[in-house]
């Protein structure tokens, strides 16, 4: 059975590579019967290691929460929290700092790319230990399967060397944690197939683009020379992207969508892929509002999820803490 955990951060308004790489699978993991518990979590500490409005940072932490439950993740069925309102996952990161060499850390790709994005601005110790606090995350509920975009893996990897270099000074306490991954883990940029799409920036579709934001993002996005609709990620990486979007909304297979498209245009293609992504948004949309309209129940969900998490998160810290003498 397996022990679930995931989260993003709420650091932009949440996009179609996140809905793909990451919460269409929380989504279908919570209802499978191999699934003993899932935990779902805005990682609002970790959203605070880029620039942020403390203004206006509540409330985007709320509509990362509304996404999630737009999106599917049931409150009867997963704990949907806010990660700082479990404090126990910053406990047990400052436990792990201590055994986690900081090489380990300024090796990582996220962490070198972070320092080149901001040409060496945003060197804090928070950008540098990110990882420590998310392999933190992870297994202060001691869970086992982690769904996320493949760029999170260096970070799984890290959180299986702490929590075996833990296990191996203080005891047995960690079972190894395997990433879940799919087809989705990589949606790239609509500007630029090289990047992966980003939630800043305006390439990304954001899941509360409107149909005509929509149209009009998908219409500018860039395509291939050549003519035909086939995938081909080295000689046609935007035109597979736009594919794989296509694929994973509509539920056809690629092969299916390049038949259809035979000897019709890439403007004919990207205006159908518009509508495939709008006739998605539209249900989201439907009960993100709703959602909105109803705080008192958000907030009762969360006020739940919470508590729960506490009580799971506190008897491992508890026992962690035995194990090393405090
Ligand atoms: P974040 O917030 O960058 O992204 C959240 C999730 O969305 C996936 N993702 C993508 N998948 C496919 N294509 C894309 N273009 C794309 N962009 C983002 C990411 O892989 C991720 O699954 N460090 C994490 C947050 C985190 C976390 C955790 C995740 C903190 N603690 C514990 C899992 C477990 C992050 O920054 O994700």
């Known amino acids: 059975m397996n022990k679930i955990f995931s989260g993003i951060r709420p650091s932009g308004k949440l996009h179609l590579g996140n809905y793909l790489g990451a919460i269409k699978n929380w989504v279908e993991l919570q209802k499978s ?32 929460v509304l996404d999630y439950m737009a999106a599917g993740v049931d409150p009867e069925k997963s704990i949907l929290i806010r990660q700082s309102k479990v404090p126990q996952h910053t406990e047990l990161a400052w436990i792990f700092n201590t055994i986690t060499p900081v090489s380990w ?12 994005q ?24 001691k869970s086992n399967l982690v769904p996320v975009g493949d760029d999170q893996l260096p970070h799984i990897d890290l959180t299986n060397e702490i929590a075996r270099k833990f ?12 990433p879940h991954l799919t087809e989705g883990a990589r949606v790239m940029s609509l500007q630029d197939p090289a990047k992966k799409m980003s939630k800043t920036g305006d390439e990304g579709i954001a899941l509360s683009d409107n149909p005509e934001v929509v ?61 495939v992504v709008v006739d998605f948004l539209k249900p989201f949309q439907k009960k993100y509002s709703e959602l909105k309209n109803n705080m008192d129940y958000v907030d009762k969900v969360l006020t739940e999820s919470e508590e ?19």
């Open 308 to 326: 729960k998490a506490r009580v799971i998160a506190s008897s491992t810290l508890k026992e962690i803490k035995e194990k090393i003498g405090i």
């Open 33 to 64: 019967p191999d699934t003993e518990r899932t935990v779902f979590a805005v990682v609002d500490y970790h959203g605070i290691t880029t620039p942020f409005d403390p203004k206006t940072y509540h409330q985007q932490v709320m509509e990362a």
């Open 118 to 141: 901001t040409q060496g601005k945003y060197t804090h110790m928070g950008i540098l230990d990110y990882p420590v606090l998310m392999a933190a995350d992870i297994l202060i509920y």
């Open 167 to 178: 296990n191996h000074l203080f005891g047995e306490t960690f079972q190894t944690v395997k």
């Open 215 to 275: 149209r009009e993002k998908i219409k500018k996005a860039v395509t291939d020379s050549g003519k035909e609709i086939k995938y081909d990620e080295d000689k046609k990486p935007a035109i597979s992207n736009l594919l794989t979007i296509y694929q994973l909304l509509s539920g056809r297979t690629i092969e299916e969508i390049e038949k259809d498209y035979e000897g019709k245009t890439y403007a004919d293609f990207k205006n159908d892929l518009a509508e």
């Open 105 to 116: 850390l300024d090796r990582l790709p996220t962490y070198k790319e972070k320092i080149e």
